[in-house]
């Protein structure tokens, strides 16, 4: 069982960055593969990116390529996501997941955390 907190969101200006941690308990949490997922309101839950379990594959949404950065520190159990250059459509909340594999489908990631809200004004 793997349990997921995430942290770091907040209301932010267009063009500034923040860092969301994904904070993992149990023992297991290296044989995961983490993925960071969003959702505005009245829209769907969509990929952002995701890592593998000992963080040497990387995969991004090409909304946010180039712009966020996905890492992992399995010694702390923990993952972040680095976003810079924010815009008013990256405004959502954040969500942190845990799977097998990599993947994108939101319906593989067995663990999930509360949210956390990023907010992104013009």
């Known amino acids: 069982q793997v349990r997921l907190v995430e942290s770091g969101g907040g209301l932010v200006q267009a063009g500034d960055s923040l860092r969301l941690s994904c904070a993992a308990s149990?023992?297991?949490?290296?044989?995961?593969?983490v993925g960071w997922f969003r959702q505005a309101p009245g829209k769907e839950r969509e990929f952002v990116s995701a890592i593998s379990g000992r963080g040497s594959m990387t995969d991004y949404a090409d909304s946010v390529k180039g712009r966020f950065t996905i890492s992992r520190d399995n010694a702390k159990s923990t993952v972040h996501l680095q976003m810079n250059s924010l815009n008013p459509e990256d405004t959502a909340v954040y969500y942190c997941a845990a799977s097998i594999g990599m993947v994108r489908l939101p319906d593989r990631y067995v663990h999930w955390g509360q949210g956390t809200q990023v907010t992104v004004s013009s």
């Open positions: 149990g023992s297991t949490f290296s044989t995961y593969a």
